[in-house]
C-alpha cells in the first residue's frame, strides 16, 4: 500500500521557521520524483517545490530564496525547510510523488498524502 505522511506543521510567528517531512513507504521511492504543495482556504491547490529523483530541484516563486527541498533517499523521506515564513504562506501542505519528471502541477502526480496544518500569524 502506497502511504505518504506529511508531519511537522505548526503555528508559527511570521519569519519563523519550520520542517516538514515527508515519510513515504509502498513504491520505490529512490524512482520518483516528491513534491510539496499548499492549498489555502478558498484558493486552488498550488505546487510549493519538488526534487526529481536525481536531486534536481524547483520552487515556485513565492517561496523561492526561502525553502529548501532536499531527500533522505536511505529513510524514504523528504523534507521542506521553510524560513522566513510569511502570513501568507498559511495553508495544509502535502506531499505527492510522481513517477515521470514532474512540473509543480498537481496532475503530474501519481500518489498523495493526508496534509499537515502550517499557520503563520502575524
Known amino acids: 500500500e502506497v502511504q505518504l505522511q506529511a508531519s511537522g506543521g505548526g503555528l508559527v510567528q511570521a519569519g519563523g521557521s519550520l520542517r516538514l517531512s515527508c515519510a513515504a513507504s509502498g513504491f520505490t521511492f529512490d524512482d520518483y520524483a516528491i513534491g510539496w504543495f499548499r492549498q489555502a482556504p478558498g484558493k486552488e491547490r498550488e505546487g510549493v517545490s519538488c526534487?526529481?529523483?536525481?536531486?534536481?530541484?524547483y520552487y515556485a516563486a513565492s517561496v523561492k530564496g526561502r525553502f529548501t527541498i532536499f531527500r533522505d533517499n536511505a529513510n524514504n523521506t523528504v523534507y521542506l525547510q521553510m524560513n522566513s515564513l510569511k502570513p501568507e504562506d498559511t495553508a495544509v501542505y502535502y506531499c505527492?510523488?510522481?513517477?515521470?519528471?514532474?512540473?509543480?502541477?498537481?496532475?503530474?502526480?501519481?500518489?498523495w498524502g493526508r496534509g499537515t496544518q502550517v499557520t503563520v500569524s502575524s
Open positions: 526534487i526529481t529523483s536525481a536531486g534536481t530541484t
Open positions: 505527492a510523488a510522481a513517477s515521470q519528471t514532474p512540473t509543480l502541477a498537481p496532475p503530474d502526480y501519481d500518489y
